[in-house]
């Protein structure tokens, strides 16, 4: 049972784990004060190069065939998406962002704000913008199993846990 288990453990225990570095990075104040601009979408968030050709196709390998080739695509997506789940540092005493609730607070000035942002096409865009993230944290998961499988060293394949192989 547990042999039939092996393969699919990895997938378990990163769904497991807390996202840590795995999100749209956090609003600062200038990103708060940019609220009542992105709500009517006129300051609308551009999507990183490497998270919209990761959109287009994660599962991609062309020019993926030396362990070099992966240790840039993926130092590409970490500038974008932040550390990954091998490296990234647990913050369980953080549980509030001041820069979500900024916004919030901005945001709720506005009268009508989720039927506006529909209107504007400013939740379009946010909805854009999360899926690239997410297509660029799969991009780099599916690369590091790529470098696991042809025997590339770190950092083209997963962080050995400590005390693990």
């Known amino acids: 049972m547990i042999r039939a288990l092996a393969p699919t453990l990895p997938l378990f225990l990163l769904l ?8 749209v990075p956090e609003p600062d104040a200038r990103e708060v004060a940019k609220t009542p601009l992105r709500d009517l979408n006129i300051d609308a968030r551009d999507i990183p190069e490497v998270l919209q050709k990761a959109a287009l196709d994660p599962y991609a390998t062309k020019g993926m065939g030396k362990c070099n080739a992966l240790v840039s695509e993926i130092a590409a997506l970490d500038s974008v998406l932040g550390a990954d789940y091998d490296i990234a540092e647990a913050n369980d005493g953080d549980r509030f962002s ?5 916004q919030s607070v901005v945001g709720s000035v506005i009268p009508f704000r989720g039927i506006l942002r529909e209107v504007t096409g400013a939740a379009a ?7 690239a ?4 944290m799969v991009r780099r998961a599916y690369l590091k199993g790529w ?3 042809r025997g590339c060293p770190y950092p083209a394949r997963p962080k050995a ?3 693990g192989k």
């Open 147 to 149: 470098g696991q499988g």
């Open 133 to 136: 993230y997410t297509a660029g």
């Open 16 to 23: 497991a784990v807390p996202a840590q570095g795995q999100v």
């Open 161 to 163: 846990a400590a005390g």
């Open 98 to 102: 001041e820069g979500r609730i900024g």
């Open 125 to 131: 865009n946010d909805r854009a913008l999360r899926a």
